[in-house]
T-cell receptor
């Protein structure tokens, strides 16, 4: 069964520090990876997508992908209280459908 | 421009009843997907439609059905509701079918409570 694993947290990070969120996946043929942010009671919001090994930066966010290790991460620099949310990792499987992790709850402490 | 719109926003139903959820995709988007998100879990794929044809179906019972209309809006129907169907139902739209690599844009969801 295809799986996407995330640490449920909560992950507590001081304001201004770097938050590091991790995700592993089981389907070796996956080619597309997404990070979504979800505030409590709201729908997921796409933050980053990554398709190639290495790093992809967008503002304070950096996605990192290592297909050999089946590992994708999200770094948030200069963390702000508004970054407090649940971060969901989603992987597009060989049937082109999204498989989701359960999410990591991130808390940024002022 | 309007985003993905879903209705209703909240719904309370009794076990055994039937429910219909509605979704209008972003203008120009032809693909609609439905997800179920139980509290504390990630979304689970239910259906995907593109150009009014079913392109994918998740591991849900036949009580769940959906369709897409010529204007690309979609309905999700759930029959014989169970308590376990209580969840946030999310609709996502994308410009083309699943074989193109787009991140989805989600609607605000319908919160279904079955009592």
């Amino acid at each position: 069964q295809k799986e996407v694993e995330q640490n449920s947290g909560p992950l507590s990070v001081p304001e201004g520090a770097i938050a590091s969120l991790n995700c592993t996946y089981s389907d070796r043929v996956s080619q597309s990876f997404f990070w979504y942010r979800q505030y409590s009671g709201k729908s997921p919001e796409l933050i980053m997508s990554i398709y190639s090994n290495g790093d992809k930066e967008d503002g304070r966010f950096t996605a990192q992908l290592n297909k050999a290790s089946q590992y994708v991460s999200l770094l948030i620099r200069d963390s702000q209280p508004s970054d407090s949310a649940t971060y969901l990792c989603a992987v597009r499987d060989s049937n082109y459908q999204l498989i989701w992790g359960a999410g990591t709850k991130l808390i940024i402490k002022p | 421009d309007a985003g993905v719109t879903q209705s209703p926003t909240h719904l309370i139903k009794t076990r055994g009843q039937q429910v219909t959820l509605r979704c209008s995709p972003i203008s120009g988007h032809k693909s609609v997907s439905w997800y179920q998100q139980v509290l504390g879990q990630g979304p689970q794929f239910i259906f995907q439609y593109y150009e009014k044809e079913e392109r994918g179906r998740g591991n849900f019972p036949d009580r769940f059905s959906a369709r897409q209309f010529p204007n690309y809006s979609s309905e999700l129907n759930v029959n014989a509701l169970l308590l376990g169907d209580s969840a946030l139902y999310l609709c996502a739209s994308s410009p083309t079918d699943s074989r193109m690599d787009y991140g989805y844009t989600f609607g605000s969801g319908t919160r279904l409570t079955v009592v």
